[in-house]
């Protein structure tokens, strides 16, 4: 069965202090990875999309890399607009069209 | 272009009543999946269906259920509603429905059973 687990559940930063947040999986024959971003209330918002080991993608002061086993969401010098809970998602395998998603890492950028 | 909607976007209902909630894709998007967000569990699979045919279920009881119409539109339905679903239910769409399209999020139905 696929698992996705993240890491750290919270993250507690000052603006402008970097950090990354992790996320790990267990897919038969990974077909992607997705970046997520939700705030409160709302619908999770689509980040970025990952296919192969090495690829790396960027989005103002975000940056989400892929190796084989995990993912990292690098977010540089972050600002308190970027505070959010921030999911990451496996496809399934085969004709399994489900999304796991893994429990997300709250983020708080304090000003 | 306009993109996921969902409504209605609150729901009260008591135990023992059902409900159904409805998701417009973006245009031109077949596959619609549904999906249970809950603070213990996160988000869960509830089903995914393309071209009106429902291809995968999530461990979920029979109590839940969906279709989608010739539009793409779909809804799904809860009935004899119990404490545990209250949720927020969330539509997806994507393009094709194959694994690695992305897929996208409307706002969520907000679903509280008292």
């Known amino acids: 069965e696929d698992q996705v687990t993240q890491s750290p559940e919270a993250l507690r930063l000052q603006e402008g202090e970097s950090s990354s947040l992790n996320c790990s999986y267990t897919?038969?024959?990974?077909?992607?990875l997705f970046w997520y971003r939700q705030d409160p209330g709302k619908g999770p918002e689509f980040l970025f999309t990952?296919?192969?080991a090495g690829e790396e993608k960027e989005k103002e002061r975000l940056k989400a890399t892929l190796t084989k086993k995990e993912s990292f969401l690098h977010i540089t010098a972050p600002k308190p607009e970027d505070s959010a809970t921030y999911l990451c998602?496996?496809?399934?395998?085969?004709?399994?069209?489900?999304?796991?998603f893994g429990k997300g890492t709250l983020l708080t950028v304090n000003p | 272009k306009a993109g996921v909607t969902q409504t209605p976007r609150y729901l009260i209902k008591t135990r023992g009543q059902q409900v159904t909630l409805s998701c417009s894709p973006i245009s031109g998007h077949r596959s619609v999946s549904w999906y249970q967000q809950t603070p213990g569990q996160g988000l869960q699979f509830l089903f995914e269906y393309f071209s009106e045919t429902q291809r995968n279920k999530g461990n979920f009881p029979g109590r839940f259920s969906g279709r989608q119409f010739s539009n793409s539109r779909s809804e799904m339905n809860v009935s004899t509603l119990e404490l545990g679903d209250s949720a927020l239910y969330l539509c997806?769409?994507?393009?094709?429905?194959?694994?690695?399209?992305?897929?996208?999020f409307g706002p969520g139905t907000r679903l509280t059973v008292l």
């Open positions: 897919v038969s024959g990974l077909r992607g």
């Open positions: 990952l296919y192969s």
């Open positions: 998602a496996v496809p399934g395998g085969g004709s399994n069209y489900k999304l796991t």
């Open positions: 997806a769409s994507s393009l094709a429905g194959q694994g690695w399209d992305t897929q996208y």
